[in-house]
């Protein structure tokens, strides 16, 4: 049975840090590309970092960019999100997803809100 199980959200003010980890069970966690994507109130969900399966190539959002850095750990199967500088408009769930050939798998999310 495959799972991801993100945790580390929560509540911080504006200019603060979060890290989020995304734990997998029940795949070759080595194999998979892995990706972070949010999705704010309303809005549509949206890619934010994304992360090769060796851990050699990473690509984030405009809209992140200097402020969060993907990594992952293939030996612990956990792939990580630090934000930094964080500001109101990071406000959302926060998703990882699992992708190799045609196979994907989602987590349930877990929620960040920057407010004050």
């Known amino acids: 049975q495959v799972q991801l199980k993100e945790s580390g959200g929560g509540l911080v003010q504006p200019g603060g840090s979060l890290r989020l980890s995304c734990a997998a069970s029940?795949?070759?966690?080595?194999?998979?590309?892995l990706r972070w994507h949010r999705q704010a109130p309303g809005k549509q969900r949206e890619l934010v970092a994304s992360?090769?399966?060796?851990?050699?190539?990473?690509n984030y959002a405009n809209t992140v960019k200097g402020r969060f850095a993907i990594s992952r750990d293939n030996a612990n199967n956990t792939v990580y999100l630090q934000m930094n500088s964080l500001k109101p408009e990071d406000t959302a769930v926060y998703y990882c997803n699992a992708e190799f050939r045609a196979l994907h798998y989602w987590g349930k999310g877990t929620p960040v809100t920057v407010s004050s």
């Open positions: 029940g795949i070759s966690f080595s194999l998979y590309n």
């Open positions: 992360i090769t399966s060796t851990g050699g190539n990473t």
